[in-house]
């Protein structure tokens, strides 16, 4: 089973990677789709955030990086994959990513596979990350070590 992981990964975090790991011990293949958000200002290019991610699984061939623009069911269609998963970190990442799954299986019948995320990481995100990292915060905890290399030079 094939199986797409999308999202803006700016920066890829701790949390994504275990997700990503863990959907590699169920499904066969993952597809990571890093969106392309023009009306959303992010801290790296996509090329960047495409290029961490595939720095961390350059070992994996399970593991295949794209960006995407448009809607996410197109992607998903594009490439043949049989379900999106999603990690839910709370219940406040419930509401909304639910939303979201109700419509893109509205839109194009695609199933929705949520993933709870290891209660390590339970409290990092991207935005967090990007936030204590401008304050000269250390974050080398939450982000993997080719990440945490290239925020430095941010
Ligand atoms: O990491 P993020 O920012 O939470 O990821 C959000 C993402 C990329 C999964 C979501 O914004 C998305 O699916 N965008 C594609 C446009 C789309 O299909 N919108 C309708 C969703 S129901």
Excluded: W
């Excluded at 392309?36 to 801290?43: D, F, G, Q, T, W």
Aim: hydrophobic share 40%; glycine share 6%; with cysteine.
């Amino acid at each position: 089973m094939k199986i797409l992981i999308p999202g803006s990964f700016d920066p890829p975090t701790n949390g994504h990677i275990d997700v990503i790991t863990r959907c590699l011990k169920v499904f066969d293949e993952v597809l990571v789709g890093v969106i392309v958000n023009p009306s959303k200002e992010s801290l790296f290019s996509t090329e960047v955030r495409s290029e961490m991610l595939n720095e961390v699984f350059s070992k994996n061939k399970n593991v295949t990086v794209k960006s995407f623009e448009g809607l996410l069911v197109d992607f998903a269609k594009d490439n043949n994959v049989n379900a999106i998963v999603k990690g839910l970190r709370a219940m406040t990442d419930f509401d909304y990513e639910l939303q979201m799954a109700q419509m893109n299986f509205n839109l194009a019948d695609f199933e929705t596979i949520f993933i709870p995320t290891s209660p390590e990481y339970g409290y990092v995100s991207s935005s967090l990350v990007k936030e204590i990292h401008s304050y000269g915060g250390d974050v080398d905890e939450l982000v993997p070590e080719n990440v945490s290399k290239r925020l430095k030079d941010v």
